[in-house]
């Protein structure tokens, strides 16, 4: 069976079928999921957010023997990516429809991924709406869990409280090490839409290389 750009959609079968996350998720087999939808893995890489699919497009066509899978929430993102990775003909990447928490927790093994990137997620940037950000300290959790040992995590964003949060946040958790923090974007050869965005701006970019070290 040709797997090539498989899409898991499954906030549309959630919202078809009124499922909650556990009823949907907990059917599919973590153990294999990883195994079913890639014939081979030799390093896996996983963007979460990936919105426009700028960077994951690049970067996948960059290194065809690595396996990505982009995880996003809106639908139409993920079907517009979908199309573009056709057209592209770009054969290593799967993308799943849902919130990253989720498909984190009931998709993916322990001790699976070997790098997770994360552009510009949503800021929300007010004191009210802290406790909306995607990267927190339990979701920093839920990847240290799903991270191989010596693997790492890019983080970038133009809020720089969020930045400033995200190393709080660390520092309840032993098993990842802040690396470096880095004025600008942490990949030099591509860009995102938010990047270009924000440069535009002339607004300031800081990222974040983090290691799971055990
Ligand atoms: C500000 S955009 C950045 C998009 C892209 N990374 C870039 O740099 O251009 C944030 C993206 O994260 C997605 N997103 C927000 N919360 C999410 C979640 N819990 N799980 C997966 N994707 C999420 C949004 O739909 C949106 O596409």
Redesign the pocket.
């Known amino acids: 069976m040709n797997y090539s750009n498989i899409i898991f959609p499954i906030n549309f079968y959630q919202k078809c079928f009124k499922l909650s996350n556990e009823d949907f998720f907990i059917k599919v087999d973590k153990r294999n999921f990883i195994e079913m939808v890639f014939e081979e893995i030799n390093f896996l890489v996983v963007e ?5 699919g ?2 994951l497009i690049h970067y996948s066509s960059d290194y065809p023997n690595k396996q990505f899978v982009g ?4 639908d139409n ?1 993920v079907k517009e990516v979908a199309k573009r990775l056709e057209r592209n003909g770009i054969r290593n990447v799967r993308l799943i429809n ?4 989720f498909a984190l927790y009931f998709l993916f093994p322990d001790s699976s991924i070997d790098m997770v990137i994360i ?4 800021p929300w940037p007010k004191k009210a709406h802290i406790e909306r950000r ?1 990267v927190n300290s339990n979701f920093l959790k839920l990847l240290s869990k799903k991270l191989k040992k010596g693997s790492s995590i890019y983080f970038s964003t133009d809020v720089e409280n969020y930045k400033d949060f995200v190393i709080d946040s660390l520092r309840k958790i032993d098993s990842l090490k802040l690396e470096n923090v880095i004025l600008g974007f942490w990949e030099e050869r591509y860009q ?4 270009k965005k924000w440069l535009k701006q002339n607004k300031k970019i800081f990222s974040l290389h983090i290691i799971k070290m055990y």
């Open positions: 979460i957010g990936f919105g426009k700028d960077f995880i996003e929430k809106s993102l849902a919130k990253a928490e552009n510009f997620p949503d995607l995102t839409k938010y990047l």
